[in-house]
T-cell receptor, first 115, second 116 residues
Framework: DTGVSQDPRHKITKRGQNVTFRCDPI?????LYWYRQTLGQGPEFLTY????????KSRLLSDRFSAERPKGSFSTLEIQRTEQGDSAMYLC?????????????FGPGTRLLVL | KQEVTQIPAALSVPEGENLVLNCSFT??????LQWFRQDPGKGLTSLLL?????REQTSGRLNASLDKSSGRSTLYIAASQPGDSATYLC???????????????FGKGTLLTVNP
């Protein structure tokens, strides 16, 4: 169990550019979540996958955001035409639903700065 | 809509002191409540998870309690150490059969500083 990993850890981009983040969940975890955290705030839910199916998207996720989880393994989050308001920490979490319930395990996050 | 509030927003204590962090939530229909720790610029580390049927959970120097009916949880840290300095976040998972019962709603956190 190597934990949830995210890549890159930091990204600086210019407004209008596209960026893509990757999340590798804990192996055999069937659920994967994306959250966004701005300075001084708690994480906010963005979207959720059960295996490869994207089951819900928050209204925070505008049309410029797209997430995929091909084959139910790693996931990518792409932001097109970035805006300064997209600057935040993007957190990925994975979980396995078992007899004892569900605990979400978070990755280290990708910190995005849009100039 | 569930709202989670954490008080105080920041706390500074001398090493060795016992302390309590507070979390309140507006909708008592929760599945569980989880306390996380976040170091500066890092991801979240799960500390304790309390199911809605439980009253408390303990791990080492940490004890979390849950009073679902009043919408409150506390995180008690005994004999605080400088290494405990971090932001502590509380999150609740809703209880509903409609399907969206997996989203965590977080508070803004309490920034704890333990001075040596």
């Amino acid at each position: 169990d190597t934990g949830v990993s995210q890549d890159p850890r930091h990204k600086i981009t210019k407004r209008g550019q596209n960026v893509t983040f990757r999340c590798d969940p804990i192996s055999e975890h069937n659920r994967l979540y994306w959250y966004r955290q701005t300075l001084g705030q708690g994480p906010e839910f963005l979207t959720y996958f059960q295996n490869e199916a994207q089951l819900e998207k928050s209204r925070l996720l505008s049309d410029r955001f797209s997430a995929e989880r091909p084959k139910g393994s790693f996931s990518t989050l792409e932001i097109q035409r970035t805006e300064q308001g997209d600057s935040a920490m993007y957190l990925c979490a994975s979980s396995y639903v078992g007899v004892g319930g569900e605990t979400q395990y978070f990755g280290p996050g990708t910190r995005l700065l849009v100039l | 809509k569930q709202e989670v509030t954490q008080i105080p927003a920041a706390l500074s204590v001398p090493e060795g002191e016992n302390l309590v962090l507070n979390c309140s939530f507006t909708d008592s229909a929760i599945y569980n409540l989880q306390w996380f720790r976040q170091d500066p610029g890092k991801g979240l580390t799960s500390l304790l998870l309390i199911q809605s049927s439980q009253r408390e959970q303990t791990s080492g120097r940490l004890n979390a309690s849950l009073d679902k009916s009043s919408g409150r949880s506390t995180l008690y840290i005994a004999a605080s150490q400088p290494g405990d300095s971090a932001t502590y976040l509380c999150a609740v998972r809703p209880f509903n059969s409609g399907g969206s019962n997996y989203k965590l709603t977080f508070g803004k956190g309490t920034l704890l500083t333990v001075n040596p």
